[in-house]
């Protein structure tokens, strides 16, 4: 039988239409089964904690457990790998952070990137870092900081938890908009750098401000100045090193993201829900305690944070010429 033209157009029309209300109603009915974070850090760590956090809040939003599986290793390339390479469905996600941002150039020749395989879909937190130097050293002050450094170019030792994290990359910044010459001593991990520290091994040390605030308070590290905007709630008393060195500011931050390719549909669940989960109080004080702060947003706010950090750091790493350990 020969169908009339108007009927015929109107039944392509509606066949057309199918996946796009496929795709609606898959988002819809998102999740329906248990969803996977990875987590680019070994457990224990403050990330991880943050993930388990924020999966405990998901998991009662979703009403499906949400899974954290940590893949550390490569700088954060592990993770990123295993997200990229997965179904764009939702069900696998990424605990974005700093370090994917920063692989981007550190790891030019990599085959996998966060900017190019992965969809921002929502901001979870950001944290500051300190300037510390073991009790002993002279200065006192951030300006005195660099008024010794440059009284004995070469001569202070500023270590890190390994070669291109935000921990080395801090003190490179601050190296290149001060004009001191320091020498760069990576350890393995923040434990090792702390000991050598406070034993008095290297002199100085940018590290985050949750991992480092023990050892602040105990008075077995001291604190001359954060990387913050503004005076941080839980160090109300040491200043901010922008005043001193103007334009100076280093902040890590971690988020969300999916494999490219995921329903826009799921992507703005995933967000909402995020976001919720963040304006919890419970949450916003675990967070606190842990020297993080709730960073809530669009996705397409997350995205431009994600594009701006990889612009910043590209910089630092081409200036210094930092090659991947």
């Known amino acids: ?9 109107h039944l392509a029309a509606g066949a057309g239409a199918l996946p796009a209300l496929y795709q609606i109603a898959r ?39 949400v899974v954290i599986d940590n893949r550390p290793g490569a700088g954060g390339n592990l993770a990123l790998q295993a997200v990229a390479r997965a179904l764009a469905d939702g069900y696998t996600l990424l605990m974005v952070a700093n370090p994917h941002a920063i692989n981007v150039t550190l790891y030019e020749k990599s085959i996998v990137t966060v900017t190019r395989d992965i969809v ?58 001060t004009g001191i010459e320091v020498v760069h001593v990576p350890y393995r991990g923040t434990p ?27 008075g077995g590290l001291r604190a001359l100045g954060v ?8 160090l109300p008393d040491i200043p901010v090193i922008g005043d001193v060195v103007p334009g100076y500011e280093v902040t890590g931050w971690l988020g969300i993201g999916v494999p490219k390719g995921t329903p826009a549909e799921i992507v703005e669940r995933i967000n909402r829900e995020v976001n919720a989960a963040l304006d919890d109080p419970t949450v916003k004080a675990r967070m606190a305690e842990l020297g993080s702060e709730t960073f809530t947003g669009l996705s397409s706010d997350f995205a431009k944070l994600l594009a701006e950090e990889t612009e910043k750091w590209a910089k630092v790493i081409r200036a210094a010429n930092i090659k991947a350990e």
């Open 1 to 9: 039988m020969k169908l009339p033209r108007r009927k015929f157009l």
């Open 27 to 65: 988002a819809q009915a998102y999740p329906t089964r248990p969803v996977t974070l990875i987590v680019y850090l070994p457990a224990g760590a403050t990330p991880d904690i943050i993930a388990r956090l924020i999966g405990q809040s998901l998991s009662r939003r979703f009403g499906q457990s």
């Open 120 to 177: 921002p879909v929502a901001s979870i937190s950001k944290n500051f870092f300190v300037l510390l130097v073991d009790s002993s050293f002279p200065a006192k002050t951030v300006h005195e900081f660099i008024a010794h450094a440059k009284a004995n170019p070469g001569k202070i030792n500023l270590a890190s938890d390994g070669t291109g994290n935000l921990t080395h990359l801090s003190g490179e910044l601050f190296r290149i908009m």
């Open 192 to 218: 090792a750098a702390h000991s050598a520290l406070m034993a008095g091994d290297v002199h100085a040390m940018f590290d985050a401000v949750g991992s480092s605030l023990p050892h602040i308070q105990s």
């Open 227 to 234: 990387t913050a905007r503004g005076r941080l709630r839980v």
